[in-house]
């Protein structure tokens, strides 16, 4: 006969879980401090499908589109652990 776990430890399991859009957001974040060097808070990206949307101003997005390569193989490296990908960075 199998030994019940506590109920606390099933729960355990959901302790670090983040949703999917919140990480997505995080690795574009991450990708483009790293890459341009330019800081953009989590309410400035909005995540629509496999796109990603930044909202800034025009002179950092120009910035981002030139790295635009760099920035997606970054954040879908970050996210290699889940199913979902970004496609593109508008």
Known sequence: ???MEP???????F???????????????ASIEKEIGVTISL???Q???DAVVVHAPSVVKSE????EKEILEEAN???SKSKRRI???R
């Open 1 to 3: 006969m199998k030994s």
């Open 7 to 13: 109920l606390s430890a099933f729960f355990n399991k």
């Open 15 to 29: 302790k670090n879980f983040e949703p999917p859009e919140r990480s997505i957001k995080r690795a574009t974040q």
């Open 43 to 45: 309410e400035q990206i």
């Open 47 to 49: 995540v629509a499908r």
């Open 64 to 67: 981002i589109k030139l790295h």
């Open 77 to 79: 490296a970050a996210l």
């Open 87 to 89: 496609k593109t960075l």
